[in-house]
Protein backbone atom coordinates (compact mmCIF):
# COMPACT_ATOMS: atom_id res chain seq x y z
CA UNK A 1 0.00 0.00 0.00
CA UNK A 2 1.47 3.09 -1.12
CA UNK A 3 -1.56 5.42 -0.49
CA UNK A 4 -1.37 7.00 2.63
CA UNK A 5 -5.01 5.93 3.60
CA UNK A 6 -5.74 3.94 6.95
CA UNK A 7 -9.26 3.05 4.50
CA UNK A 8 -6.88 1.05 2.16
CA UNK A 9 -5.43 -1.29 4.45
CA UNK A 10 -8.80 -2.16 6.19
CA UNK A 11 -10.08 -2.71 2.14
CA UNK A 12 -6.91 -5.42 1.97
CA UNK A 13 -8.16 -7.21 5.37
CA UNK A 14 -11.85 -7.03 4.36
CA UNK A 15 -11.17 -8.40 1.28
CA UNK A 16 -8.87 -11.10 2.38
CA UNK A 17 -5.16 -10.83 1.61
CA UNK A 18 -2.99 -12.59 4.00
CA UNK A 19 -0.83 -9.80 5.44
CA UNK A 20 -0.14 -5.99 3.94
CA UNK A 21 3.21 -3.93 3.32
CA UNK A 22 2.86 -0.43 4.00
CA UNK A 23 4.96 1.36 1.75
CA UNK A 24 7.37 4.18 3.16
CA UNK A 25 10.08 3.55 0.90
CA UNK A 26 8.21 4.81 -2.18
CA UNK A 27 4.85 5.69 -0.54
CA UNK A 28 3.70 9.07 0.86
CA UNK A 29 2.72 7.76 4.67
CA UNK A 30 4.50 10.05 7.43
CA UNK A 31 4.80 8.53 11.09
CA UNK A 32 1.59 9.60 12.34
CA UNK A 33 -0.38 8.43 9.70
CA UNK A 34 1.78 5.02 9.79
CA UNK A 35 0.32 4.49 13.03
CA UNK A 36 -3.46 4.93 11.84
CA UNK A 37 -2.33 2.53 9.18
CA UNK A 38 -1.21 -0.05 11.52
CA UNK A 39 -4.42 0.17 13.61
CA UNK A 40 -6.97 0.14 10.49
CA UNK A 41 -4.54 -3.29 10.07
CA UNK A 42 -5.16 -3.98 13.39
CA UNK A 43 -9.50 -3.40 12.97
CA UNK A 44 -9.09 -5.38 9.46
CA UNK A 45 -7.64 -8.64 11.35
CA UNK A 46 -4.78 -7.84 8.56
CA UNK A 47 -1.11 -8.47 9.93
CA UNK A 48 1.01 -4.99 8.78
CA UNK A 49 4.65 -5.38 7.25
CA UNK A 50 6.21 -1.88 6.70
CA UNK A 51 8.59 -1.33 3.95
CA UNK A 52 11.06 0.88 5.81
CA UNK A 53 13.03 3.98 4.00
CA UNK A 54 16.40 2.39 4.19
CA UNK A 55 17.89 -0.17 7.17
CA UNK A 56 18.95 2.48 9.26
CA UNK A 57 18.01 1.52 12.82
CA UNK A 58 15.30 4.41 13.67
CA UNK A 59 13.38 3.58 10.73
CA UNK A 60 12.95 0.40 11.97
CA UNK A 61 12.68 1.44 15.26
CA UNK A 62 9.70 3.90 14.30
CA UNK A 63 7.93 1.38 12.29
CA UNK A 64 7.89 -1.31 15.40
CA UNK A 65 6.80 1.32 17.56
CA UNK A 66 3.95 2.03 15.36
CA UNK A 67 2.96 -1.49 16.01
CA UNK A 68 4.06 -3.21 12.80
CA UNK A 69 3.95 -7.02 12.90
CA UNK A 70 7.59 -6.58 10.92
CA UNK A 71 9.34 -5.15 9.07
CA UNK A 72 10.65 -5.69 5.33
CA UNK A 73 13.89 -3.46 4.30
CA UNK A 74 15.09 -2.47 0.97
CA UNK A 75 18.15 -3.18 -0.73
CA UNK A 76 20.16 -5.71 1.29
CA UNK A 77 23.48 -6.48 -0.65
CA UNK A 78 25.49 -8.18 1.83
CA UNK A 79 25.08 -10.95 5.12
CA UNK A 80 26.18 -8.06 7.06
CA UNK A 81 23.32 -5.48 6.02
CA UNK A 82 20.71 -8.78 6.97
CA UNK A 83 22.19 -9.04 10.39
CA UNK A 84 21.94 -5.79 10.88
CA UNK A 85 18.03 -5.30 10.26
CA UNK A 86 17.63 -8.27 12.48
CA UNK A 87 19.37 -6.71 15.31
CA UNK A 88 17.93 -3.64 14.95
CA UNK A 89 14.13 -5.10 15.00
CA UNK A 90 14.56 -7.38 17.75
CA UNK A 91 15.16 -6.85 21.62
CA UNK A 92 18.50 -8.17 23.38
CA UNK A 93 19.72 -10.24 23.19
CA UNK A 94 18.99 -10.72 19.88
CA UNK A 95 19.28 -7.87 18.84
CA UNK A 96 20.04 -3.87 20.00
CA UNK A 97 16.25 -2.19 20.02
CA UNK A 98 15.32 0.45 22.15
CA UNK A 99 12.67 -0.31 24.45
CA UNK A 100 9.64 1.89 25.64
CA UNK A 101 6.19 0.64 26.87
CA UNK A 102 4.75 4.31 26.24
CA UNK A 103 4.60 3.47 22.57
CA UNK A 104 1.43 2.13 20.68
CA UNK A 105 2.99 -1.28 20.56
CA UNK A 106 3.58 -1.31 24.28
CA UNK A 107 -0.21 -0.58 24.77
CA UNK A 108 0.74 3.05 25.62
CA UNK A 109 2.35 2.28 28.93
CA UNK A 110 0.02 -0.43 29.74
CA UNK A 111 2.02 -3.90 28.74
CA UNK A 112 4.38 -4.99 30.95
CA UNK A 113 8.32 -4.72 29.82
CA UNK A 114 8.52 -8.21 30.36
CA UNK A 115 5.29 -8.99 28.43
CA UNK A 116 5.99 -6.80 25.67
CA UNK A 117 9.22 -8.00 25.13
CA UNK A 118 8.10 -11.83 25.28
CA UNK A 119 5.29 -10.60 22.56
CA UNK A 120 7.62 -9.19 20.40
CA UNK A 121 10.41 -11.82 20.48
CA UNK A 122 7.82 -14.41 18.98
CA UNK A 123 6.04 -12.01 16.95
CA UNK A 124 8.03 -9.74 14.77
CA UNK A 125 8.50 -10.44 11.37
CA UNK A 126 12.22 -9.50 9.30
CA UNK A 127 11.95 -9.52 5.45
CA UNK A 128 15.00 -8.50 3.26
CA UNK A 129 14.52 -7.52 0.09
CA UNK A 130 17.02 -8.91 -2.84
CA UNK A 131 16.74 -6.15 -5.59
CA UNK A 132 20.45 -5.45 -6.64
CA UNK A 133 22.71 -6.93 -8.76
CA UNK A 134 25.39 -6.76 -6.30
CA UNK A 135 23.83 -8.97 -3.65
CA UNK A 136 23.55 -11.88 -5.81
CA UNK A 137 26.96 -13.35 -4.81
CA UNK A 138 25.69 -13.08 -1.28
CA UNK A 139 22.34 -15.03 -1.34
CA UNK A 140 23.25 -17.92 0.72
CA UNK A 141 25.14 -15.87 3.18
CA UNK A 142 22.05 -13.85 3.77
CA UNK A 143 19.67 -16.87 3.75
CA UNK A 144 21.64 -18.27 6.63
CA UNK A 145 21.36 -15.44 8.71
CA UNK A 146 19.35 -16.36 12.11
CA UNK A 147 15.81 -14.90 12.20
CA UNK A 148 15.22 -14.28 8.98
CA UNK A 149 12.05 -14.96 8.21
CA UNK A 150 11.83 -14.38 4.26
CA UNK A 151 13.66 -13.20 1.39
CA UNK A 152 11.71 -10.72 -0.73
CA UNK A 153 12.92 -10.20 -4.56
CA UNK A 154 12.43 -6.94 -5.79
CA UNK A 155 12.05 -7.59 -9.86
CA UNK A 156 12.01 -3.51 -10.65
CA UNK A 157 14.72 -2.65 -9.00
CA UNK A 158 16.43 -6.24 -9.98
CA UNK A 159 16.06 -5.77 -13.13
CA UNK A 160 17.06 -1.64 -13.70
CA UNK A 161 20.48 -2.92 -11.94
CA UNK A 162 20.94 -5.44 -14.08
CA UNK A 163 20.62 -3.05 -17.08
CA UNK A 164 16.81 -3.97 -18.25
CA UNK A 165 14.54 -1.34 -16.62
CA UNK A 166 10.98 -2.44 -16.29
CA UNK A 167 11.98 -5.76 -17.64
CA UNK A 168 11.71 -8.47 -15.13
CA UNK A 169 10.66 -11.04 -17.98
CA UNK A 170 13.95 -10.21 -19.77
CA UNK A 171 16.34 -13.71 -19.69
CA UNK A 172 18.86 -12.25 -17.69
CA UNK A 173 16.36 -11.37 -14.85
CA UNK A 174 14.61 -14.50 -15.04
CA UNK A 175 17.44 -16.38 -14.73
CA UNK A 176 19.11 -14.16 -11.38
CA UNK A 177 14.84 -14.60 -9.72
CA UNK A 178 15.72 -18.57 -10.20
CA UNK A 179 18.93 -18.26 -9.16
CA UNK A 180 18.33 -16.66 -6.02
CA UNK A 181 15.43 -19.04 -5.15
CA UNK A 182 17.42 -21.90 -5.71
CA UNK A 183 20.35 -20.97 -2.96
CA UNK A 184 18.04 -19.82 -0.48
CA UNK A 185 16.48 -23.49 -0.91
CA UNK A 186 19.74 -24.86 -1.29
CA UNK A 187 20.74 -23.49 1.95
CA UNK A 188 17.71 -24.46 3.99
CA UNK A 189 16.88 -20.55 4.05
CA UNK A 190 13.65 -18.33 4.81
CA UNK A 191 10.96 -18.01 3.12
CA UNK A 192 10.85 -17.09 -0.30
CA UNK A 193 8.81 -13.97 -2.20
CA UNK A 194 7.92 -12.19 -4.86
CA UNK A 195 5.90 -9.13 -6.67
CA UNK A 196 3.56 -9.81 -9.09
CA UNK A 197 1.86 -6.80 -12.08
CA UNK A 198 -1.42 -8.82 -12.56
CA UNK A 199 -2.88 -12.60 -11.28
CA UNK A 200 -1.36 -14.40 -13.76
CA UNK A 201 1.95 -12.79 -12.89
CA UNK A 202 1.16 -14.00 -9.27
CA UNK A 203 0.02 -17.31 -10.90
CA UNK A 204 3.09 -18.15 -12.59
CA UNK A 205 5.80 -17.01 -9.88
CA UNK A 206 3.34 -19.17 -7.09
CA UNK A 207 4.58 -22.59 -10.32
CA UNK A 208 8.32 -21.11 -10.03
CA UNK A 209 8.15 -21.81 -6.21
CA UNK A 210 7.78 -17.83 -5.04
CA UNK A 211 4.97 -19.13 -2.17
CA UNK A 212 4.30 -15.35 -0.83
CA UNK A 213 3.46 -12.99 -3.84
CA UNK A 214 2.38 -9.34 -3.88
CA UNK A 215 0.53 -7.04 -5.57
CA UNK A 216 0.06 -3.44 -5.64
CA UNK A 217 -3.02 -1.46 -4.71
CA UNK A 218 -2.51 1.25 -6.38
CA UNK A 219 -1.48 -0.38 -9.58
CA UNK A 220 -4.95 -2.82 -8.79
CA UNK A 221 -7.00 0.38 -8.45
CA UNK A 222 -5.74 2.20 -11.55
CA UNK A 223 -6.16 -0.77 -13.81
CA UNK A 224 -9.91 -1.74 -12.36
CA UNK A 225 -10.37 1.89 -12.95
CA UNK A 226 -8.83 1.93 -16.34
CA UNK A 227 -10.57 -1.31 -17.80
CA UNK A 228 -13.85 0.37 -15.83
CA UNK A 229 -13.57 3.94 -18.21
CA UNK A 230 -13.14 2.10 -21.22
CA UNK A 231 -15.69 -0.66 -20.88
CA UNK A 232 -17.63 2.63 -20.45
CA UNK A 233 -16.54 4.27 -23.63
CA UNK A 234 -17.21 1.70 -26.05
Same mark, same amino acid.
Given at each position: ?????P?? #?? !??G?? +?? +?? #? *?? %???? +??????T???Q????D??? *? @?????????A @????????D =?GA?G??????????D $?E?A??? =?H???????????????????????A %?Y !???AR??T?? *???I???????????I?RI? %?L?AM????A?????????????H????????????????????A? $?N??R???????? &?AR??? *? #?C????? &????R?? %????????
Amino acid at each position: VMLPSPAV #VE !MCGYA +GF +GF #V *IL %DREH +GAAGMETLENQVRAADAAG *I @PAIVRVPSRA @PDNILHAMD =AGANGILVPHVITAED $AEAAVRA =AHFPPRGSRGMTTTSRAGRHGLASPA %DY !MARARSETVV *ICQIEDGAALQNVTAIARIP %DLDAMFVGPADLSTSLGHPGEPAHPEVVAAVDRIRLEVESAGGPAL $ANFARTESDAASL &VARGFP *I #VCLSSSA &VFSRRLA %DLVAGLKR
